[in-house]
């Protein structure tokens, strides 16, 4: 089984940046999906990242394209994500998660492995 560890979040100001990072170990897929995903209190979970090892393609949600932006580092077993531009209602649990079905999604029931998330909190 796949263990996936974030970090990398904290406290910062609306309009700065922060790179959270998703370090995976154990049982590595070849290939497969990973999404960053972030739940804010009193609303729904919602992906905001996820690409596929095997294309390549990232895709975003629409609430947070052209200020995020997903990577992986295969080398290090680890994916990113590059958080610019940041609000206030970024402000949320961030968590990322894998699959070993390399087709990316947006929704969370297809992922199976789950970090334990890391909090980053935008003040205005």
């Known amino acids: 089984e796949v263990q996936l560890v974030e970090s990398g979040g904290g406290l910062l100001q609306a309009g700065g940046s922060r790179k959270l990072s998703c370090a995976a170990s154990?049982?590595?897929?070849?290939?497969?999906?990973i999404a960053w995903f972030r739940h804010a209190p009193g609303k729904e979970r919602e992906a905001v990242a996820w690409m596929s090892s095997d294309d390549g393609i990232t895709h975003c949600a629409d609430s947070v394209k052209g200020r995020f932006t997903i990577t992986i580092d295969n080398a290090n077993n680890t994916a990113f994500l590059q958080m610019n531009n940041m609000e206030p209602e970024d402000t949320a649990l961030y968590y990322c998660?894998?699959?070993?079905?390399?087709?990316?999604?947006?929704?969370?029931?297809?992922?199976?492995?789950w970090g334990q998330g890391t909090q980053v909190t935008v003040s205005s």
């Open positions: 998660a894998t699959k070993g079905c390399p087709v990316a999604s947006p929704l969370d029931d297809h992922y199976k492995q």
């Open positions: 154990g049982s590595i897929f070849n290939e497969y999906a």
